[in-house]
């Protein structure tokens, strides 16, 4: 019985990702229509950005939604499914991906010298971790900043990934509710599309798998760090 709900669950998944990806094509295509008009027609460029803003903002939604559906999964599961993977491989994947789509972006890793271990997680939701902190940075960063990811041991076999990003700070009070459902940090002037999803999807994962994740602010920027466990490569 436990493998049918688990099956229709996957089914269930597939299908939100394949619905996801046909509602993406039409907002897609708002979203060239409106750059287009606003290259075209200056006058009309503030109402062309508060539509390209909103169709990105759906997209962020969509894109939540599917990896809601994905949490969901694992926390219907009767075990956390452990496996071995390099951290340091999956970094430069995920790196690859955010340097093609945020050209602008400067990205500067740092990992411990001699770093030899792997993180123990699914490798999809380690990936997604990964993006979904990486990609919160790219965010908030201020223009002309480095998005700066560090990769180290903490104590023992606990991995420490840090991604820090130069721009608004989050208040003490701030610091924890970043990771709730829906919510949008306060102290910023920028407008950031969004679904308010991405990292309480993280401390979800992170959480299924005994590890810490938390955010603090210097004067002049955010880091989020993220604790997991991991054993030791072969």
Not at 97 to 122: P, R
Not at 130 to 148: L, M, S, W, Y
Not at 184 to 213: C, F, H, M, P
């Amino acid at each position: 019985l436990i493998g049918d709900v688990y099956k229709a669950k996957s089914t269930f998944k597939n299908f939100s990702e394949e619905a996801a990806h046909e509602i993406k094509n039409p907002i897609n295509n708002i979203i060239n229509t409106a750059e287009w008009q606003k290259d075209m027609d200056e006058t009309c460029a503030e109402s062309m950005d508060i539509i390209i803003h909103q169709a990105y903002t759906i997209n962020s939604l969509l894109d939540g939604l599917r990896d809601l559906s994905a949490i969901q999964i694992l926390k219907d599961r009767i075990e956390v499914i452990d496996t071995e993977e390099c951290p340091i491989e999956n970094l430069e994947k995920i790196l690859g991906y955010f340097e093609d789509t945020h050209s602008d972006k400067e990205f500067v890793v740092e990992i411990q010298e001699g770093f030899d271990l792997h993180v123990t997680m699914e490798p999809t939701l380690f990936r997604l971790v990964v993006q979904n902190v990486i990609g919160n940075a790219v965010k908030f960063a201020d223009e002309g900043t480095p998005i700066i990811i560090r990769l180290s041991r903490n104590t023992g076999h606990v991995i420490e990934l840090t991604v820090e990003n130069k721009g608004p700070t989050i208040s003490l009070d701030e610091q924890e509710k970043i990771f709730e459902k829906y919510y949008r940090a306060q102290n910023t002037k920028k407008q950031v599309s969004g679904s308010g999803l991405g990292l309480w999807i993280v401390k979800e994962i992170v959480n299924a798998y005994d590890g810490q994740v938390f955010a603090r602010s210097t004067k002049d920027s955010t880091i989020v760090t993220i604790l997991l466990k991991s054993c030791k490569g072969k």
